[in-house]
């Protein structure tokens, strides 16, 4: 085997072309989210505040993975846009809840549109089929690698204004 068919054969291994792939995409996701003011985190907590509503910050953290000060982090600069509120839960003086704001509503539709431009750019060369496919196959390897904990790299409720590809579309059969 000459030189250039083992690194070819090394390029063509799913989990470096995962990786490739993924920087690629966080890269453009990241200038898609930034064009917004915000963070592919900051992202994500507005998409799970607003699919589940108001939640504690102790919640909050856990479903994103985010160290309770990381977390403070990320709010802090999503509170002084408008985007959430913070509040001592009533119930529980101990516990703080965050919500999000119809501004901060907003804010995450427009990221959302941009995220699906993005994601359309990444997918042009495949087939509706073909998209909800690789869409399947990746869900299964994140679930398994995951243990089916809740994920919100997109909101599920949160279907694309223009049409088209998303959570909701259809399947192609």
Do not use: K, W
Not at 35 to 45: C, I, N
């Amino acid at each position: 085997m000459t030189n250039d068919s083992v690194i070819d054969a090394h390029r063509s291994r799913p989990g470096l072309m995962l990786a490739l792939l993924g920087a690629e995409a966080m890269r453009r996701l990241r200038e898609a989210h930034t064009t917004h003011d915000l963070s592919p985190r900051q992202f994500e907590v507005l998409g799970l505040l607003h699919d589940r509503g108001t939640l504690g910050q102790s919640e909050l953290g856990r479903l994103t993975g985010v160290a309770p000060s990381i977390l403070v982090t990320l709010l802090n600069p999503l509170e002084a846009a408008h985007l959430v509120v913070r509040h001592r839960d009533p119930a529980d003086r101990r516990r703080h809840v965050v919500a999000l704001t119809d501004t901060g509503r907003e804010r995450l539709h427009q990221a959302s549109e941009a995220q699906y431009e993005v994601e359309d750019t990444l997918l042009a060369a495949l087939t509706p089929a073909q998209r909800n496919q690789l869409r399947d196959l990746l869900t299964r390897v994140r679930d398994d690698l995951t243990e089916h904990r809740d994920h919100c790299a997109t909101p599920a409720s949160l279907e694309p204004r223009r049409g088209g590809e998303g959570p909701d579309a259809p399947a192609v059969p």
